[in-house]
């Protein structure tokens, strides 16, 4: 009897990773220590202190959640695989399971004078992931994958959108060498866009 999903395991595995990437973002995250709070008000500044750390759990959490939305609605759009989709999918899944490293760098220094490194790396992350994107939905486009000509006019807009994020997120990269702070917050906006986009997608 053929397999009814035959990308199960494809999809099993990918879920898996997204789930721990997702997991380890909360890590860097350290409880201010007992021996140096001695008063509620020495506990508000050390909370203070690791608010540059929540924000980027805050927002490596949203990326990672979108990424995996926008993949789950790209499998459903195709009924097979091949190997230089796997690969591109693997390709994917790289940048997903790096990005604590950067969102630990971004919460320790964004808000010191070594900012530009860390907001350089983790734009550059984004850029790699966007080319991701790009090459998941290519290897879908050239090996037919798509269940239909629906659902490849869709894999098609999230290649532009792949396009897109490459342009967009390579500019922030170069800017985040001069004005680290300012790319950090569009960054973030860009985020709550693609969230309030992905928001309005309907699943069937």
């Not at 990773?17 to 020495?42: Q, W």
Request: glycine fraction near 6%; include cysteine.
């Amino acid at each position: 009897m053929a397999e009814s999903n035959p990308n199960a395991r494809l999809e099993t595995f990918c879920d898996g990773v997204f789930a721990i990437a997702i997991t380890l973002l909360v890590i860097d995250i350290r409880i201010p220590e007992m021996s140096k709070v001695k008063t509620s008000a020495d506990l508000w500044r050390a909370l203070q202190n690791i608010a540059p750390s929540i924000f980027a759990f805050l927002l490596s959490f949203g990326v990672v959640l979108i990424t995996w939305v926008n993949h789950h609605n790209h499998l459903r759009l195709i009924n097979k695989s091949c190997g230089s989709f796997l690969y591109a999918n693997g390709f994917l899944l790289l940048t997903v399971a790096f990005i604590p490293f950067p969102t630990s760098l971004l919460g320790q220094y964004l808000l010191t004078n070594a900012a530009a490194p860390a907001v350089i790396l983790y734009d550059s992350v984004l850029v790699l992931q966007s080319i991701g994107w790009v090459l998941i939905a290519t290897t879908a486009l050239n090996n037919h994958l798509g269940k239909g000509e629906g659902e490849n006019r869709e894999i098609r807009k999230n290649g532009r959108f792949g396009y897109f994020a490459l342009a967009l997120y390579s500019l922030c990269t170069i800017l985040a060498i001069w004005f680290p702070l300012a790319v950090a917050s569009f960054t973030t906006l860009t985020w709550i866009f693609w969230l309030l986009y992905g928001i309005n997608i309907k699943y069937e």
